[in-house]
């Protein structure tokens, strides 16, 4: 996506001038895995425009493979961001209606051949809230990754401005998670998007573990397909100043980390996609699951 910032922490318009950059969560998580050494490639669709092309150059910068991506459509979705201040949060406003990928059938992507000597697929819950095809291309990747034999990471993502096409989340994402082996949510992503909770309440202070113990729990006993659910627990003091640490669940038990005080913040957006990106990373190249988590939430603390 194309993200259209205004400067520092001016209000939307407070200045004539947007900052434009590009965004988007698993384009996150390929540049951030493309830095820290892995092969990665970026499957999407955009049009065939300018900006476009510079997307695709800003992605080869950081050594993403493009070679998969559709040209396609008459638009590159955009959102707009107004950095928060203080105890006043930031704001998002989508505009991802008719964009390309918005627009994609999961006809247009042969998944077979993307996924040829590929070991590992990652996706989110922001794509199949933009539209129901763009959905049914996110289920059938996930279904022919499965059969290929990839490891399978879904982050869950909640972002409910963008569930605006007729479907509720609950319709959607359950089915999703049934085709996935590894799930990365946010402190409440499990009760909004599969409508999973349990009768552990809920402590502000994140170092009180006993919620996420339990719901991560019953994650793998509703969803017995999962080997790792990780939850991500960041607790917002101010709109610069967050306390970040995280817990996971496997087959073999459930670890947490230690709380990271992340003052002075420059810019929040994509934090969780760096946790997504250091668990892949870790997952795959650590002896075991606790390294992976600390060194997933170092990630998205820094």
């Known amino acids: 996506m194309l993200r259209l910032k205004s400067p520092g922490?001016?209000?939307?318009?407070?200045?004539?001038?947007?900052?434009?950059?590009?965004g988007g969560a698993e384009l996150n998580v390929a540049t951030s895995l493309s830095n820290l050494g892995l092969n990665a490639a970026y499957v999407t669709a955009l049009p065939e425009?300018?900006?476009?092309?510079?997307?695709?150059?800003?992605l080869k910068r950081f050594g993403v493979d493009t070679d998969f991506i559709k040209r396609q459509g008459e638009r590159l979705g955009t959102y707009y961001l107004e950095a928060g201040a203080s105890l006043r949060p930031s704001r998002v406003i989508?505009?991802?209606?008719h964009?390309?990928?918005?627009?994609?059938?999961?006809?247009?992507?042969?998944?077979?051949?993307?996924?040829?000597?590929?070991?590992?697929?990652h996706t989110t819950g922001i794509t199949p809230a933009i539209s129901q095809s763009a959905a049914d291309l996110t289920l059938d990747a996930m279904e022919t990754a499965q059969e290929m034999g990839l490891t399978v990471s879904l982050d869950l993502n909640y972002r409910g401005k963008l569930w605006k096409y007729g479907k509720d989340v609950t319709d959607v994402m359950p089915e999703l998670v049934k085709h996935a082996d590894i799930m990365i949510a946010g402190r409440e992503d499990c009760q909004k998007c599969l409508g999973v909770d349990v009768d552990v309440?809920?402590?502000?202070?994140?170092s009180s573990l006993d919620h996420f113990g339990a719901?991560?729990?019953?994650?793998?006993?509703?969803?017995?397909?999962?080997?790792?659910?990780?939850?991500?627990?960041?607790?917002?003091?101010s709109s610069d100043y967050h306390r970040w640490s995280s817990c996971l669940r496997d087959?073999?038990?459930?670890?947490s980390t230690d709380i990271f005080e992340v003052n002075n913040i420059v810019?929040?957006?994509?934090?969780?996609?760096?946790?997504?990106?250091?668990?892949?990373?870790?997952?795959?190249?650590?002896?075991?699951?606790?390294?992976?988590?600390?060194?997933?939430?170092c990630c998205a603390a820094s």
Not at 94 to 97: E, H, I, K, L, P
């Open 201 to 206: 309440p809920t402590i502000e202070d994140i």
């Open 251 to 255: 087959n073999d038990g459930f670890y």
């Open 9 to 22: 922490h001016d209000r939307f318009f407070q200045s004539p001038t947007l900052e434009a950059t590009f």
């Open 49 to 58: 425009n300018e900006v476009a092309e510079a997307v695709i150059g800003e």
């Open 267 to 297: 810019d929040r957006v994509g934090a969780g996609d760096g946790f997504a990106a250091g668990l892949i990373y870790g997952l795959n190249n650590y002896d075991n699951n606790k390294k992976a988590l600390d060194f997933a939430v």
């Open 215 to 237: 719901l991560s729990e019953k994650m793998l006993d509703v969803y017995p397909n999962l080997n790792i659910v990780a939850i991500t627990l960041r607790q917002s003091i």
């Open 94 to 97: 989508y505009d991802r209606a």
């Open 99 to 121: 964009s390309s990928l918005c627009e994609a059938n999961k006809g247009d992507f042969n998944w077979r051949e993307i996924f040829e000597g590929a070991a590992w697929f």
